[in-house]
């Protein structure tokens, strides 16, 4: 049974502290001490330190995306449509899990605690593994373009996770010139420029294979059901790289 099975058959306890406790808690409908700001299941048994990263990159997900969603006021049906597509077609979530990511999402976007404590709390669990912090701006990217463009007000809290982050202006450029330009889209999937030469293109793609290797990215914490997503990127490297090669006759 992965991590999310557990959690979805309320067979084990956890404790999470913070805004993203709050949020768990809540969602699935059990005991949070407001003072700890830490939710209780089941002291019975409990996850892995492993797993209840994996945990909190999975509320954060749907938390961030919730906030990012009401960003212009109000969320529209367009923007839950988006979140449902990416739950299904990219996590290939199942009925339970949608399920309790829903309830996530809508805890979310009820909450007091605004997107950055959010980003915060997640750049505080994963700030020295960049792939995951990699994720979840290429989540945020794409579900904001879903509907065919991204808002001021998306665009804004994107920013502040990038902030947050602690990303230069550069990668901010690249994530974003990945999902709004096409001319440059490969060159930014690999995090380089169209002037950068064959050897640096060439090095820069094999940092990247290495380091989203499905194998890596499985050891860092990443919730087993977004993995797909997590394949989806290093595929979309291999593509890019591939493209590139093509245009410039690199051998």
Not at 120 to 145: A, G, K, N, P, W
Not at 192 to 219: F, G, M, T, W
């Amino acid at each position: 049974m992965g991590m999310l099975g557990k959690i979805v058959g309320g067979t084990i306890g956890f404790a999470m502290a913070g805004p993203l406790g709050a949020i768990a808690g809540a969602a699935l409908g059990h005991a949070f001490d407001s003072n700890a700001q830490t939710v209780y299941i089941d002291e019975r048994a409990r996850l892995s330190a492993g797993e209840e990263a994996q945990f909190t990159f999975f509320v954060a997900a749907f938390s961030m995306l919730a906030k990012l969603a009401k960003a212009d006021g109000q969320v529209s049906r367009e923007e839950i449509d988006a979140v449902e597509k990416f739950m299904i077609y990219d996590l290939n979530l199942n009925p339970e899990s949608r399920s309790l990511a829903t309830n996530i999402f809508h805890t979310a976007i009820e909450s007091p605690d605004n997107f950055d404590d959010f980003a915060t709390q997640f750049y505080s669990q994963f700030r020295e593994q960049y792939q995951m912090l990699d994720l979840m701006i290429d989540m945020l990217f794409r579900v904001s373009v879903a509907d065919g463009a991204l808002s001021p007000s998306e665009e804004k809290l994107i920013l502040s996770a990038v902030r947050i982050f602690n990303f230069d202006d550069e990668k901010y450029r690249r994530f974003k010139s990945k999902y709004i330009q096409d001319v440059e889209k490969y060159y930014a999937i690999l995090g380089c420029n169209s002037n950068d030469s064959n050897e640096h293109i060439k090095k820069q793609y094999r940092n990247l294979v290495s380091d989203y290797h499905p194998d890596k990215i499985a050891s860092k914490g990443l919730p087993e059901e977004f993995t797909k997503f997590a394949n989806d990127k290093f595929r979309e490297i291999q593509e890019a790289y591939e493209t590139i090669k093509k245009e410039r006759n690199i051998r």
